[in-house]
């Protein structure tokens, strides 16, 4: 698949295209108390929440949007950010990150507004604003060094952004402690829940490391002899079937057997070639490529992409 296929394929666009949706809806076929209504029902009010059970509004509140550049800004972060940590992370993974963070943002707002109470309790927060700060900070540890336009002009790196904005959202969530019509502690509630998430990674981690090293070692012991004749239909299959996993769940959603068969089979196939095609050309769902004799060399190629 070439990149704006897997553009336009991937949740990232399809989270967009929601919310554009929900936008029109708001904005253009609601009108007067029917997008008031719709707001207090879908919008994150705590009051309603504590008395009416409307704990559905932790999730939905992140696809409203109160005008067109809050709803432009939050889904340009969201291509940028979006498309790059899916594709990193594969689908799976990154829709439980976004749902957490977007949701802990919420939570966050939630409890930052019974504690100043009085009007904080029944003014709606809507915007993914929390989700894509919470991006913000995945794409700065992912990618610290890559270059972004700060306000479409200035290039800063990554991880210079996300000290940047996190200092600027503390800052205005100080001075203003809540009175402002931007839901800094939404922001930061992104942020935090980001870095939580990384938290528990980097401990679930420790296991998956302990199963790549034992792979590695069990892949030192056992050299794979090429001069026996692999069953090549099997191997193309199952590392076909591999690719499709870890596009989908990445390279975690892997159980051990798989992990380690996936390694032999690097190490077997894993051999410069000249007659294999350009990446760009390559598709394992296309008759032609299935039929050719290199196909196993392309297949390790992409698979070593997401380890």
């Known amino acids: 698949m070439n990149r704006s296929g897997y553009m336009t394929g991937s949740w990232s666009f399809k989270l967009i295209v929601i919310n554009v949706v929900v936008y029109i809806l708001q904005s253009s076929l609601l009108a007067g108390d029917n997008q008031i209504l719709f707001t207090y029902y879908f919008g994150l009010i705590p009051k309603l929440i504590i008395e009416k059970g409307f704990i559905w509004q932790f999730f939905t509140y992140m696809f409203l949007h109160g005008s067109f550049m809050h709803i432009f800004v939050n889904m340009y972060a969201l291509l940028i950010f979006g498309i790059s940590i899916e594709e990193t992370w594969g689908t799976k993974k990154f829709l439980l990150y976004y749902v957490i963070t977007g949701t802990g943002a919420g939570v966050t707002i939630f409890l930052l507004n019974i504690f100043l109470g009085g009007q904080a309790m029944v003014i709606p927060t809507i915007g993914a604003s929390g989700a894509i700060f919470g991006l913000l900070i995945a794409f700065g540890i992912l990618f610290p060094d890559a270059q972004i336009l700060l306000f479409f002009v200035l290039p800063i790196r990554a991880k210079y952004l996300v000290i940047l904005y996190g200092g600027f959202e503390f800052y205005s969530l100080m001075t203003t402690m809540g009175s402002s019509n931007i839901s800094h502690i939404g922001h930061l509630g992104g942020l935090l829940f980001g870095l939580i998430f990384f938290a528990v990674e980097k401990r679930r ?82 008759d032609y490529c299935l039929k050719c004799e290199n196909i196993m060399n392309c297949i390790v190629r992409e698979i070593k992409k997401y380890k």
């Not at 026996?228 to 051990?256: A, M, Q, R, V, Y």
């Open 205 to 286: 981690g420790i296991t998956f490391k302990a199963k790549k090293i034992r792979s590695n070692f069990n892949s030192e012991i056992r050299k794979p002899d090429k001069s026996i004749s692999p069953n090549i239909e099997e191997n193309k299959n199952f590392l076909i079937n591999i690719l499709k996993k870890i596009k989908t769940g990445g390279i975690n959603s892997l159980n051990d057997d798989e992990y380690q068969h996936m390694q032999y089979l690097l190490i077997m196939y894993d051999e410069e070639n000249e007659n294999i095609c350009v990446e760009e050309d390559f598709n394992y769902e296309d």
